[in-house]
């Protein structure tokens, strides 16, 4: 008596095995924030206000030694700035990405990111 071979179960597996593949590549986490910052139309003779804001570790958000509440922020950004952002070395990361984030909605003149040692 003959044993058959059955390529169906492996077929299958194989099958199963490129469908799941296919679909994990088209799945893309997204770990960028695209930021759309609008040059401004500012004269040749008007200067351009720079604001410097620095984001603690602990998360929060000061300018010349004061803290600022998310509301305070509008203020300055309304300006159209030129924005320099630095960020404490140990700062959580979802810290930057959410001001990041609200910063996107203004219209600044330029943004610069530095961190601190």
């Known amino acids: 008596m003959r ?4 390529l169906g179960q492996s077929s299958d597996i194989a099958f199963l095995l490129i469908i799941f593949f296919l679909l994990l590549s088209g799945v893309t986490a997204s770990y960028s924030l695209e930021m759309n ?6 004269l040749a003779g008007e200067a351009e206000e720079h604001v410097q804001l620095i984001l603690l ?3 929060r958000l000061t300018f010349q030694g004061r803290t600022l509440e998310p509301s305070d922020l509008a203020y300055f950004l309304n300006q159209e700035p030129q924005l320099t952002l630095t960020i ?4 959580d990361w979802q810290s930057v990405v959410s001001l990041l984030s609200v910063i996107e909605h203004y219209r600044l003149s330029s943004l610069e990111m530095e961190v601190l040692p």
């Open 3 to 6: 044993k058959r071979h059955e």
């Open 88 to 91: 404490e070395s140990k700062t």
């Open 57 to 59: 570790q602990n998360g």
């Open 37 to 42: 910052l609008s040059r401004s139309s500012v």
